[in-house]
Each structure stands twice: as C-alpha cells, then as structure tokens.
C-alpha cells in the first residue's frame, strides 16, 4: 500500500515522530515535509497521513491549507492524522480544531506526544514555555507506543 506522511515540524518534535512512523510502518512510504518540500500529488497515494504540532492552541498553516485545498480527495482517501502538543488533556479538542472534519473520517488519529527542547527555540518562544507553560528545563516525552500503536491501526486491513 503506497502511503504518504505529510507533516509540519516548528522545532523537530513532530518530523522525528514522522520518522518514527515510517519506520514502523514498513511499507512503501515517502515523508514530505510541508513546510520545506513540494507536496506530490495526492491522488497517487492508498493512505495519507497528515501531522503537525500544536502552537497556541493552532496547527501550522500548512497543514491547514494542505487540508482544505485537498477536503474532497482527503474524505475520500484512507486518512490518519496526529499531532504533538503539551497539554495532553486536550488532545481531543486540539485534533478537532486542527483537523476539523477529517477528524471524525480519519482511519486512526494519535497523539505523539512533546519535547520542549529550550536550546532550538528563539528567545519568544523560549520566554512563552517558561511563563505560560512552566517549563523549567528542556523535557522530551516522545509517546512511540502511541506512534506504533498508531501504525498499527493505519497497517489493519479494510
């Protein structure tokens, strides 16, 4: 099954849960980054999956317009989705704002988990975590029994 993952990364966080996946995967995978590389043409594509981080309570843009220029194909498409983000109470609310109707289509959504790795964020950034999140020191809480729960579910016959 030829399967695309198509993610936004702001600090690295979401591209190496990416990486993660492929590799769990096992199939016949190609990784784009949507914010550096040309999206292919989706059509080609047996399963999408589609991921980002969460910044102030939003997706990277990309993703969202990736999402609503491609609405119709993607309803129609094997589709998974996931996100990493802090705040794990909220994941829910964060994939429905982020992904909007996809959310109830999609195959399987996971959540990824976070890092905040202070030393690759910019002075805003860095100020942001430590004042609204609380975040003293760099933490990295990558979930991979979710990604590979999470490729296990995208690998489940239809």
Do not use: W
């Not at 805003?124 to 609380?134: C, F, H």
């Amino acid at each position: 099954m030829k399967t695309i993952i198509i993610y936004a990364s702001k600090h690295g966080t979401t591209k190496k849960s990416a990486e993660l996946l492929a590799k769990s995967l096992s199939e016949d995978v190609i990784l784009v980054n949507a914010v550096k590389d040309r999206v292919p043409n989706l059509q080609e594509y047996d399963q999408i999956i589609i991921g980002g981080s969460i910044h102030m309570d939003k997706i990277q843009s990309q993703i969202r317009k990736l999402c609503d220029k491609n609405k119709d194909l993607l309803m129609r498409k094997r589709v998974g989705i996931f996100i990493c983000c802090g705040g794990k109470e909220v994941v829910d609310e964060q994939m429905k704002a982020a992904f909007d109707s996809l959310y109830e289509q999609a195959h399987a959504r996971g959540y990824f988990g976070y890092e905040y790795d202070l030393s690759k964020m910019g002075f805003l950034s860095r100020m942001v975590v430590k004042n609204v999140g609380k975040v003293k020191e760099s933490q990295f809480a990558i979930e991979e029994e979710n990604i590979k729960n999470f490729a296990t579910k995208m690998l489940e016959k239809m």
